[in-house]
């Protein structure tokens, strides 16, 4: 039989955001438990950079460091595992673990993130986070000067390209196949020493991730050290949906400013949310999330002793 046990919040993804919305939770002496699979979405990144007081280092330094701290507070307990299901009840919510545990809570914080999709390119999924970027503010400083390749098409690739000259001069934007670029964005591109490829990509060579040469379809090959991309992606976890919250067009949890979901008492905060993707916007997200949440139990409190 599964055991099931209540708690006042559970956090569904034990990562930067999540363990944010747990200390401000733990300090505020809320009985809470974390779940998390350990898959956070920078994890093969070497340093991560741009956090105040935590940069270069690495991304499991940084969650190991914020563990510790937030284990600190003994309301706060963890779980390691998937959250496969929620459920209403009739005091709030029920999750439950691909191993069966259920647990349940009154109001549920989810700090999942997001799932990248690779594309299918020989070697692109071993240089993520190392060689193939999604940010210049989290890696730019790394390969600034170095010869820079943007993948991407259109409105995106004309915006990404300008973007990535400012750290480097040498930008060529790869469109993998047909240019959808206007002439008019061609010509300001070029106008910037900007050159538009418009060749297939057959693979990426690369060691140990860190690029070597883009190689096309027909063989012939670039010389680039770095890519810039946007990958699609999806949703961690199915659960938000399950129970009602409203996914934005774009694919993020829809919240307002103080990061609340659409369904009463579920909050989502952290790259789920949001484009604005770094580890100190996701710790933000986190702790609004947890400090709000538990004025929520303090209004719930004086209203029904009132
Ligand atoms: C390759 C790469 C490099 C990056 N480099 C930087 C950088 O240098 N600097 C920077 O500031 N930002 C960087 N970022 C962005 C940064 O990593 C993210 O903004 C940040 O990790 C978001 O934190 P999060 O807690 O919202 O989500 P994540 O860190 O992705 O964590 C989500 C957590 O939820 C867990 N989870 C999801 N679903 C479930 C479930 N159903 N059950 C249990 N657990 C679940 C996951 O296992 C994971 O641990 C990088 C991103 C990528 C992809």
């Not at 673990?97 to 692109?124: E, H, N, Q, R, V």
């Not at 008492?265 to 949001?274: F, L, P, R, W």
């Given at each position: 039989?599964?055991?099931?046990?209540?708690?006042?919040?559970?956090?569904?993804?034990?990562?930067?955001?999540?363990?944010?919305?747990?200390?401000?939770?733990?300090?505020?002496?809320?009985?809470?438990?974390?779940?998390?699979?350990?898959?956070?979405?920078?994890?093969?990144?070497?340093?991560?950079?741009?956090?105040?007081?935590?940069?270069?280092?690495?991304?499991?330094?940084?969650?190991?460091?914020?563990?510790?701290?937030?284990?600190?507070?003994?309301?706060?307990?963890?779980?390691?595992?998937?959250?496969?299901?929620?459920?209403?009840?009739?005091?709030?919510?029920?999750?439950?673990?691909?191993?069966?545990?259920?647990?349940?809570?009154?109001?549920?914080?989810?700090?999942?993130?997001?799932?990248?999709?690779?594309?299918?390119?020989?070697?692109?999924?071993?240089?993520?986070?190392?060689?193939?970027?999604?940010?210049?503010?989290?890696?730019?400083?790394?390969?600034?000067?170095?010869?820079?390749?943007?993948?991407?098409?259109?409105?995106?690739?004309?915006?990404?390209?300008?973007?990535?000259?400012?750290?480097?001069?040498?930008?060529?934007?790869?469109?993998?196949?047909?240019?959808?670029?206007?002439?008019?964005?061609?010509?300001?591109?070029?106008?910037?020493?900007?050159?538009?490829?418009?060749?297939?990509?057959?693979?990426?060579?690369?060691?140990?991730?860190?690029?070597?040469?883009?190689?096309f379809k027909d063989e012939s090959t670039s010389l680039i050290k770095a890519i810039y991309t946007?990958?699609?992606?999806?949703?961690?976890?199915?659960?938000?949906?399950?129970?009602?919250?409203?996914?934005?067009?774009?694919?993020?949890?829809?919240?307002?400013?103080?990061?609340?979901?659409?369904?009463?008492?579920?909050?989502?905060?952290?790259?789920?949310?949001?484009?604005?993707?770094?580890?100190?916007?996701?710790?933000?997200?986190?702790?609004?999330?947890?400090?709000?949440?538990?004025?929520?139990?303090?209004?719930?409190?004086?209203?029904?002793?009132?």
């Open positions: 039989m599964t055991e099931i046990k209540n708690f006042d919040v559970i956090i569904v993804g034990g990562s930067y955001s999540g363990l944010a919305a747990a200390m401000a939770l733990g300090r505020a002496l809320r009985k809470v438990l974390v779940i998390d699979n350990g898959k956070p979405c920078n994890r093969q990144t070497p340093h991560s950079h741009n956090f105040i007081t935590q940069d270069g280092k690495t991304p499991l330094e940084i969650a190991t460091l914020a563990k510790q701290q937030v284990a600190e507070y003994n309301t706060i307990s963890f779980y390691n595992g998937l959250a496969t299901n929620g459920n209403n009840t009739e005091n709030g919510f029920e999750i439950q673990t691909s191993s069966g545990d259920k647990f349940t809570a009154s109001k549920l914080i989810f700090a999942t993130g997001i799932k990248d999709i690779m594309p299918k390119i020989k070697g692109f999924e071993e240089c993520w986070g190392i060689s193939v970027l999604h940010c210049p503010y989290c890696h730019g400083y790394e390969v600034k000067n170095k010869a820079t390749g943007i993948l991407g098409n259109g409105e995106y690739g004309f915006e990404f390209s300008k973007l990535i000259s400012n750290w480097t001069t040498n930008v060529t934007l790869f469109t993998n196949g047909k240019s959808t670029l206007t002439k008019e964005q061609t010509k300001t591109l070029e106008k910037h020493q900007i050159t538009t490829v418009e060749k297939e990509i057959k693979k990426l060579e690369h060691t140990n991730g860190y690029l070597r040469n883009i190689v946007k990958t699609p992606f999806k949703q961690h976890c199915p659960i938000p949906e399950q129970l009602g919250c409203e996914l934005t067009d774009e694919g993020y949890i829809k919240t307002d400013y103080l990061q609340k979901t659409n369904v009463k008492n579920i909050y989502a905060c952290g790259d789920n949310t949001t484009r604005m993707r770094t580890v100190a916007n996701a710790v933000s997200m986190g702790t609004t999330a947890g400090m709000i949440l538990n004025k929520e139990f303090i209004l719930e409190r004086f209203s029904y002793n009132y």
